[in-house]
């Protein structure tokens, strides 16, 4: 019986031990997407004010340039 009850206890130490590691690799898998995310967004902003840029130079262009 206790050599039952001391492979029922290794057997419950490696399930919690399983069960810890997916949560740790759960927990970093979210903060990695969330720096992904935050990562696509401020290159959409920089993407966006490069274009009001451009466009803002194209009108100066357009309005010094003799017709």
Known sequence: MRVFNAALD???RESR???FKAEKAERELFGFR???EKQSR???ELH???LVRAER???????LSPK
């Open 17 to 19: 031990n399983s069960h």
């Open 42 to 44: 401020r290159q959409a």
């Open 10 to 12: 290794e057997s419950f």
């Open 34 to 36: 969330k720096e992904v």
């Open 57 to 63: 130079r194209g009108e100066e262009g357009e309005r």
């Open 48 to 50: 966006s004010r490069a």
